[in-house]
């Protein structure tokens, strides 16, 4: 096999690296996972596989037709599935919020009126909102799955770190409004249970966006021989 070419002054050890491994014989899975198993993040290893065969062909890779308009495509997906999430945990936490009215009754307040109409609001948003986030949740991942860049594309970062803002001041609200609460010596029962219905509901949604931000592909697009 002929020497790698050479590289500027500018590229990456890691590029260089590559480059060398690739002119020694080694094939792409092995480079991939030993510099995995050192502690080279996924994007990296794969931004720096871009620019080695961007060099090897003396090519940029090609832009897709279309991407513009899968852009567009992927920013209404991510919108409807944070819209969705947003009303059907609103309408969960809402459910939750009017059984513990039921449960534990305000003493200085006897007069709740029909919670009839309010419950089968809440659970019509709920039964429409939750499926429509399921389905919409699962067609980004058979896209993710297919087209592994998208995994570092601009509209999956900042709309998913959008929601994972808005949950993050949810929790701070709530956590503010316990304390308040707390330091004025106006606990209640109802008070605790309706702050801790908000901070599951909440905690649930940050647990799981800010791991599936952090998710990579897997190396199966690296995988071409020398």
């Known amino acids: 096999m002929s020497d790698p070419p050479p590289l500027p002054d500018s590229r990456s050890e890691l590029v260089q690296f590559i480059h060398l491994a690739r002119g020694q014989g080694a094939s792409d899975d092995f ?23 961007e060099t090897l ?19 209404f997906f991510y919108l409807l599935a944070f819209i969705t999430l947003v009303v059907w945990t609103q309408a969960l936490g809402e459910m939750a ?9 305000d003493a200085l307040n006897r007069y709740y009126g029909d919670p009839s109409w309010q419950v089968a609001f809440a659970l019509s948003r709920l039964i429409v909102a939750y499926p429509v986030f399921l389905w919409v949740m699962r067609q980004i991942h058979r896209d993710l799955a297919i ?38 010596g106006e606990l209640t029962l109802r008070f605790v249970l ?31 021989t020398p």
């Open 57 to 75: 062909t003396g090519r940029a890779i090609p832009t897709p037709k279309g991407s513009s308009g899968e852009m567009a495509r992927d920013a």
């Open 147 to 184: 087209n592994r860049e998208k995994y570092f594309s601009g509209v999956r970062k900042w709309l998913t770190y959008l929601t994972i803002w808005v949950a993050a001041l949810i929790a701070i609200g709530a956590l503010i409004a316990f304390l308040t609460s707390f330091l004025r």
């Open 194 to 224: 309706k702050v801790l219905v908000v901070l599951v509901i909440d905690g649930g949604v940050l647990w799981y966006y800010t791991h599936w931000v952090r998710r990579q592909p897997t190396p199966k697009m690296l995988r071409v």
């Open 31 to 53: 480079i991939s996972k030993l510099l995995r198993d050192y502690g080279w993040p996924q994007r990296d290893i794969e931004r720096a596989y871009f620019e080695v065969y």
């Open 97 to 105: 919020f009017i059984f513990i009215d039921h449960l534990i009754p």
